[in-house]
């Protein structure tokens, strides 16, 4: 304890906070740091993919993998600006951005019908077989108004989404 | 760094010396007929002769307790060392861990009767550090299940432990489950075996929460006398996170502080209820001790220090969202 270096001054903060668009107040990104501290052991000054896996719930999440592709070797403006989704504060158009990234594999900004099955495969495993999968996606496509070769773009995504009331909120504990 | 942690922890020694002197001598000794509460004061030892204290005493008093075995004990072979459960030999103990318990001036409060020799009960605790075993120890000479650990700590335990009984397991040998289930079983059938304390958390905690028990304490089928253990974080955090520190260092940690303050409340006996399985009653019992404590509990397995989670877990997840979908599928 005393290591005057790790803490933080009132410009970092406000450098974090211009970084993030405002979502999280002052105090939240404090609390920020400390678990940035405990979750960077080897004291890098970033997260590495083994060191977010050691957190039991992102170990057990069927995404894992695709976040990690997202969140590997983050430093703490970009933590703090990948979590800036989860925010109560964060728009709905941020968070539609995050789940597109997340479904959109190789970052062409074009998310096909592989890329879907591929995430519905990571979701349910073995679970469901193949021709299931591919039943369920044609549905749920069909549904929302597409077919089966359409590819969706950001502005779908958005169109989809909107009316869904999706929450995806966290709360940053303040002591 | 001596220095300094002396320094930075006078105003709150001063508040604990002062506050022991002002405690009531009558008060030492009172033994009524169903609690007790024995206020251990450090008048008449200052701290510096605490600290000295043990030096002259352990070894010799370690050597004692070791001679009473015949021969070297290798934990997995099935013969039982002849240990002597006289009542000098397990005075002794208790002598040693107060002796010890006052080098790092220990100021424990015990809450609620004294735990009675009798057979077929076991008794749990929360965990927080080693030093748990030897604050319930100077009270009751305990048997305890523990992991073997490396250094003169080792030595310490396969020494002055062995004359009470105590049984090693290793955490990362899968087959040593059936291996120690049994020897738990074996430990409580025994009339003339100290009482036997396990820690069903598996690991050591930081005092403000309680992780998931391990249910192999409550499966044995005897009674269980759950033990609350609370440290007042204000003189020194008592958590020894043994993959960041050493003991030695631990241990120099706690005797440089000014006073380590805990309180021990002894609580019911509990007993499997009909028709509760042991994961129910372990959680009941996880339950009492957190309440009275003051500890939150969470849904965290202990190992998960040591280890990733299994991926079934994952599978699990996957396996509920699978069968979720295909209900809507089946729906249309």
Same mark, same amino acid.
């Given at each position: 304890m005393g290591n005057t270096s790790s803490m933080l001054t009132q410009y970092d903060i406000e450098e974090v906070q211009e970084h993030c668009k405002h979502t999280y107040s002052q105090q939240e990104i404090v609390s920020l740091y400390n678990r940035f501290c405990q979750l960077d052991r080897k004291g890098g000054g970033f997260i590495s993919a083994d060191e977010f896996l050691s957190i039991p719930e992102f170990a057990v999440n069927p995404l894992s993998q695709r976040l990690l592709r997202i969140v590997d070797g983050l430093n703490f403006k970009e933590f703090v600006s990948f979590l800036s989704t989860f925010s109560p504060r964060a728009t709905l158009q941020q968070k539609v951005e995050f789940i597109f990234k997340l479904y959109d594999s190789d970052g062409n900004g074009r998310v096909t019908f592989n890329n879907m099955l591929e995430v519905l495969w990571d979701l349910t495993g073995h679970y469901i077989s193949a021709q299931q999968r591919e039943k369920v996606l044609t549905q749920v496509l069909e549904e929302a =108004?597409?077919?089966?070769d359409s590819v969706l773009v950001l502005s779908d995504f958005m169109k989809i989404l909107?009316?869904? =009331?999706l929450k995806m909120e966290v709360e940053v504990p303040v002591d | 760094m001596i220095c300094r942690t002396l320094i930075n922890n006078m105003p709150r020694g001063l508040c604990v010396m002062s506050a022991a002197f002002k405690m009531d001598y009558r008060l030492q000794r009172k033994l009524s007929a169903k609690t007790f509460r024995i206020y251990f004061i450090r008048q008449r030892l200052p701290s510096v002769m605490a600290v000295l204290l043990?030096?002259?005493?352990?070894p010799p008093g370690m050597f004692f307790c070791g001679d009473e075995l015949k021969g070297p004990n290798d934990s997995m072979t099935s013969s039982p060392p002849t240990q002597t459960h006289t009542r000098p030999s397990r005075s002794l103990v208790e002598l040693l861990c107060s002796f010890f318990v006052a080098s790092w001036t220990g100021v424990v409060k015990y809450h609620g009767p004294r735990p009675s020799r009798r057979p077929k009960q076991v008794f749990v605790a929360n965990h927080t550090s080693i030093i748990d075993f030897i604050i319930l120890e100077q009270m009751t000479a305990f048997a305890a299940i523990m992991q073997k650990h490396p250094g003169w700590l080792g030595l310490w335990q396969s020494t002055a432990l062995e004359s009470v009984g105590c049984i090693w397991f290793n955490r990362t040998e899968a087959a040593d489950r059936a291996i120690v289930a049994r020897k738990l079983r074996e430990h409580i059938q025994g009339t003339d075996n100290n009482p036997l304390l396990i820690f069903p958390e598996g690991t050591c905690v930081n005092n403000q929460y309680t992780v998931m028990f391990k249910k192999g304490a409550f499966e044995l089928g005897c009674t269980v006398c759950p033990i609350a253990i609370k440290y007042n974080k204000i003189f020194v955090d008592a958590f020894w996170n043994s993959r960041k520190q050493s003991f030695t260092m631990h241990l120099l940690q706690l005797m440089t502080s000014w006073a380590v303050v805990c309180d021990v409340w002894y609580l019911e006996p509990q007993h499997l209820k009909p028709g509760e399985t042991a994961i129910e009653f372990a959680e009941r019992v996880r339950s009492i001790i957190a309440v009275r404590a003051g500890l939150k509990m969470v849904p965290w397995d202990g190992y998960l220090k040591y280890s990733r989670p299994s991926p079934k877990l994952k599978e699990l997840k996957q396996q509920s969202f699978a069968e979720s979908i295909l209900c809507r599928l089946e729906e249309k």
């Open positions: =108004g597409y077919t089966k909107s009316n869904t =009331g | 043990p030096i002259p005493t352990v």
